[in-house]
């Protein structure tokens, strides 16, 4: 009987090649082993722990990918605290946007290659059309499935988003969660146009893609802050009109009279129901306003100046498409925006990253380099 070595010297190269799973075929650079951080027991940022994994054989549609950098967003530091939805298996390892190269791929994956600089949209199981709570949470990256915070990720294709070589890792890494939302936002629910004021509320990962995004349709744009060393970066960063929150608490009324008693046509709500009567305040007639933060509740119900007498259209949303993230790669790319990055963290330095971010001295997004 021949040996396996000399049955397979023996045989043909195409023979060889159909008896190897494709995923191994493409993967000289996929790791056999690597590090990533789980959740752990969601007591705090110092409970996540950093563990050794290994890489498991692909699924037919799914993909490997090295990651380059990643990026924090508010609600991972919930999904890091359980506090957000229902409680997560220890090792879920969390984050919500990232980038890298694809090193492997399954059998039947044909929309990205070996070597391709990807992103992925944050519900990799919502495609297109409207919001689907079935289909987002499927496979919602870094809360129902493993995440970004990872040096190998395992993700499906579904959600795969390929980056122009002019699109950087920095931005490509932290576009998925507040940027598409403030393209969603801007493009699809309130479709911003030259000439719209724009508020957006604070100084965040959602505000400075607010400001970016509704400069680059020709609107102008608001802004308010605690801080007014955050609100002078923000008007080089495009913002026309900037209110210190803290020191104008009635600053809805201020933004009718700083915009010449017209008010905002759109509302980047930011924060939550703590802000929504200001927000309304602020508001022009048949504005829209589009409900993004998620933050706490106010002692008080808001009472809802002028929505009525104002005929305000009020929507909440919940991220964004594959397709609108393509739209979004393609419009920065063509524009050549990038994201706002206020600190870059090591791998092995993330607990000190989510305690940078929960102080709230950052302005736009925060990375892990990976
Ligand atoms: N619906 C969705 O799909 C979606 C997607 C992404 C994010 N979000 C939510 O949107 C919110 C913002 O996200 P982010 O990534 O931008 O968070 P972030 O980077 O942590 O920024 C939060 C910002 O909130 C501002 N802020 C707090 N209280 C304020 C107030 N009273 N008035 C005005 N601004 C205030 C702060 O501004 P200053 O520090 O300048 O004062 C800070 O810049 C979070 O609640 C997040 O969960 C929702």
């Excluded at 409970?47 to 994994?53: A, F, I, K, P, S």
């Excluded at 403030?182 to 719209?196: C, E, I, S």
Aim: proline content about 3%; aromatic content about 6%; glycine content about 8%.
């Amino acid at each position: 009987m021949l040996s396996r070595r000399r049955l397979l010297a023996a045989l043909p190269a195409s023979a060889l090649l159909a008896s190897v799973p494709s995923w191994q075929l493409l993967a000289a650079s996929m790791n056999e082993r690597f590090r990533a951080w789980e959740v752990g027991e969601k007591g705090g940022f110092d409970t996540l722990r950093m563990v050794e994994r290994t890489q498991k054989p692909l699924d037919d549609f799914e993909v490997a990918i090295k990651v380059n950098m990643c990026s924090l967003n508010a609600r991972d530091q919930a999904i890091v605290k359980g506090w957000f939805l229902e409680d997560k298996p220890d090792d879920l390892i969390p984050l919500t946007s990232g980038c890298g190269e694809v090193v492997a791929t399954g059998a039947r994956v044909t929309r990205v290659a070996a070597g391709d600089r990807v992103t992925s949209a944050h519900f990799s199981q919502w495609v297109d059309g409207l919001w689907d709570p079935v289909k987002a949470y499927a496979a919602d990256i870094g809360n129902t499935v493993d995440g970004w915070l990872t040096e190998q990720a395992t993700m499906t294709e579904s959600g795969l988003v390929k980056l122009p070589d002019n699109v950087s890792d920095q931005t490509g890494a932290s576009i998925a969660s507040a940027g598409v939302t403030t393209w969603q936002a801007l493009h699809h629910v309130a479709r911003v146009k030259p000439g719209d004021t724009v508020l957006s509320l604070g100084t965040g990962g959602v505000s400075t893609w607010g400001v970016q995004l509704a400069k680059m349709a020709g609107a102008r744009v608001v802004v308010t802050s605690s801080s007014d060393d955050k609100l002078k970066r923000m008007r080089e960063l495009g913002a026309d009109i900037t209110i210190n929150y803290k020191k104008t608490p009635d600053w809805g009324k201020a933004v009718m009279e700083q915009t010449g008693g017209q008010g905002a046509n759109i509302v980047l709500e930011n924060v939550g129901r703590l802000t929504l009567d200001q927000s309304l305040m602020a508001s022009a007639n048949n504005a829209t306003v589009i409900l993004i933060g998620t933050g706490r509740l106010p002692k008080d119900l808001p009472k809802m100046p002028g929505f009525y007498m104002k005929n305000i259209t009020m929507k909440a949303i919940s991220n964004a498409s594959r397709t609108m993230l393509e739209e979004m790669v393609a419009a920065i790319s063509a524009n050549q925006v990038d994201s706002v990055i206020d600190k870059t963290f090591a791998f092995e330095d993330v607990v000190e990253a989510f305690e940078y971010m929960s102080s709230s001295k950052h302005m736009g997004k925060i990375l892990i380099k990976v």
